[in-house]
């Protein structure tokens, strides 16, 4: 099992940047895949980007692909998310997920964190 701990959200202008961190407990942090996922205001949760356990691949979805960079430190238990250019349809709750399996399918997602706001001003 694993618990995620999210952190970095914020208020940001547009074209601004932040970086998001997703700390998770217990050692078998680099047996997961882990995703970043968004709910935006009034609408359903949706995905941002995931890596595998290696780190040495990822997926993006297409509205944040060129700005945002997802990268893993596996002896730190840690998966940041880099946010670049930042744009109003950004502003979401942020949520990390693990997996077992590598996918971009939030229900292969069986832990998940409690999730970080960012807000993105136009």
């Known amino acids: 099992q694993v618990q995620l701990v999210e952190s970095g959200g914020g208020l940001v202008q547009a074209g601004g940047s932040l970086k998001l961190s997703c700390t998770a407990s217990?050692?078998?942090?680099?047996?997961?895949?882990v995703g970043w996922f968004r709910r935006a205001p009034g609408k359903e949760r949706a995905f941002v980007a995931v890596i595998s356990r290696s780190g040495y691949d990822s997926r993006y979805a297409d509205s944040v692909k060129g700005r945002f960079t997802i990268s893993r430190n596996n002896a730190k238990n840690t998966v940041d998310l880099q946010m670049n250019s930042l744009k109003p349809e950004d502003t979401a709750v942020y949520y990390c997920?693990?997996?077992?399996?590598?996918?971009?399918?939030?229900?292969?997602?069986?832990?998940w964190g409690q999730g970080t706001q960012v807000t993105v001003s136009s």
């Open positions: 217990g050692r078998t942090f680099s047996s997961y895949n």
């Open positions: 997920a693990a997996a077992t399996t590598f996918g971009v399918e939030e229900g292969r997602y069986n832990y």
